[in-house]
């Protein structure tokens, strides 16, 4: 009998060990300048949203398909205290709307099941105009799970930032979300961030990411070995 604990306690290290090497670490983990500029760089996996129709834009934002701008992209290594990335949609005409945003490919198709991912947004002035911003998660059959969020007013020179957490488990509700239908949280191949205003009286529209972080579930290895040290526990008795 000995021989059998002894055996499960090392299936159990082992397992845990696989877990902390292959599912523990985020898929996604953004958290410096030189992140930043790694990941908007030629070989980061990090590009403006090249389309309308590429950005799943309709289901959000329906047609509004006129307002959407490519952003140029621009690594911050101090935006209020914090690292962070620009989009800059270049200047046009007072009050024209604007969408567009930022999207993030992966080579493989992870399992977003249980996870969550965590960001900042920079929070408008007291003289910048409402806005909102999205996040989007595709899947590998091109279907959409879309949280969409009012971008908050800044509260003073020390409030500059709005810290996000998105539970994937969570189903994004009517009017600011929305599911197509068959959606598979299990292959996600593309996340994507945007942005949609309109233009101050500088016709300038710019909007700002913090760090970026998507944090897969806890590894069902773990939970595997719970359940094996519950087995243990019921063989000693």
């Not at 992209?73 to 990335?85: K, R, V, Y």
């Not at 969408?99 to 960001?119: C, L, N, R, S, V």
């Not at 996040?135 to 908050?152: A, E």
Request: proline fraction near 6%.
């Amino acid at each position: 009998m000995k021989t059998k604990i002894k055996h499960m306690v090392i299936l159990l290290i082992g397992l845990s060990a696989l877990c902390s090497t292959t599912f523990a670490s985020p898929i996604i983990s953004i958290q410096t300048y030189e992140d930043w500029s790694n990941e908007i760089g030629a070989t980061g996996h990090i590009t403006p949203i090249p389309s309308w129709s590429s950005g799943g834009f309709e289901s959000v934002y329906p047609g509004e398909s006129s307002a959407f701008r490519i952003p140029t992209l621009t690594a911050l290594s101090n935006e209020e205290g914090e690292a962070a990335l620009e989009l800059d949609f270049g200047t046009g005409p007072e009050d024209e709307l604007v969408i567009g945003g930022i999207q993030y490919e992966f080579g493989a198709d992870p399992d977003y099941t249980g996870g969550k991912a965590t960001f900042s947004v920079r929070k408008r002035g007291t003289n910048e105009k409402p806005g909102r911003y999205s996040l989007h998660l595709r899947d590998s059959s091109g279907r959409t799970c879309n949280w969409v969020f009012d971008i908050p007013q800044q509260q003073g020179a020390s409030d500059p930032w709005e810290n996000v957490t998105i539970d994937f488990a969570t189903t994004p509700v009517e009017p600011l979300g929305s599911v197509t239908g068959g959606f598979d949280i299990s292959k996600v191949i593309l996340v994507s961030w945007d942005y949609r205003g309109t233009r101050g009286t500088s016709g300038a529209f710019k909007g700002k990411l913090d760090h970026i972080k998507v944090v897969p579930e806890p590894c069902s290895a773990l939970l595997l070995g719970a359940g094996i040290l519950g087995l243990i526990q019921k063989t000693k008795r």
